[in-house]
């Protein structure tokens, strides 16, 4: 089974509001990995955010982390049409790297 | 630059036509890991390699094999596709530390019919 699930599926919101997406995962990790695929094309790294890390911020992305609850969450703020792409979380377990379901993002101008 | 290099990017085959997609990195990364990305299911693990020599099954290597006789390169094998092999794959490195980023191919979109 995947180790991370995300919420919402598809969202959809209006260029200049801020988008934020939920993961949760199932088993310990030393960090979450968050990553954006444009349509058909290969995964970008967006962020790391290691397992004693709360909160880590690079440019419009704000991630959070919160172990106790096992989920982490992806904020974009001021978005724009060019952040339309899917959006998955992802953890390392025992070698393997484990993927969410993904949120597909869709920014209207 | 840095970058992880998949061939074909498109590839339609029949039925037990046996095919290799090939994969490349040039960053001397350790780990290497093959995924499929199916709608609904998103990405699955289906082998990976911790270093030369050494690989193991992922999460649906049934249908698959791989090799991984040199660091750069890390070739899936499909030794007699079948439709429910239709799929985009994806390759991926990264160094052997677990707290670093992958970086990925950009995908193979396989059509068997």
């Known amino acids: 089974s995947q180790q991370g699930e995300e919420d919402p599926q598809a969202l959809s919101i209006q260029e200049g509001e801020n988008a934020t997406m939920n993961c949760s995962y199932k088993?310990?990790?030393?960090?979450l990995q968050w990553y954006r695929q444009n349509s058909g094309r290969g995964l970008v790294h967006l962020i790391l955010?290691?397992?004693?890390?709360r909160e880590k911020h690079s440019g419009r992305l704000r991630v959070t982390l919160d172990t106790s609850k096992k989920s982490s969450s992806l904020l974009i703020t001021a978005s724009r049409a060019a952040d339309t792409a899917s959006y998955f979380c992802?953890?390392?377990?025992?070698?393997?790297?484990?993927f969410g379901s993904g949120t597909k993002l869709n920014v209207k101008p | 630059e840095a970058q992880v290099t998949q061939n074909p990017r498109y590839l339609i085959t029949v039925t037990g036509k046996k095919l290799t997609v090939t994969c490349s990195q040039n960053?001397?990364?350790?780990?290497m890991s093959w995924y499929r990305q199916d709608p609904g299911l998103g990405l699955r693990q289906i082998y990976y390699?911790?270093?030369?020599?050494?690989?193991d099954k992922g999460d649906v290597p049934e249908g698959y094999k791989v090799s991984r006789k040199e660091k750069r390169n890390f070739p899936l094998i499909l030794e007699s596709p079948s439709p429910n092999q239709t799929s985009l794959y994806f390759c991926?490195?990264?160094?052997?530390?677990?707290?670093?980023?992958?970086?990925f191919g950009q995908g193979t979109r396989l059509t068997v019919v």
């Open positions: 088993t310990s990790i030393n960090n």
């Open positions: 991926a490195s990264s160094p052997r530390e677990m707290n670093t980023e992958a970086f």
């Open positions: 992802a953890t390392w377990n025992f070698n393997k790297f484990y």
């Open positions: 960053m001397n990364h350790e780990y």
């Open positions: 390699s911790m270093n030369v020599e050494v690989t």
């Open positions: 955010i290691r397992s004693n890390e």
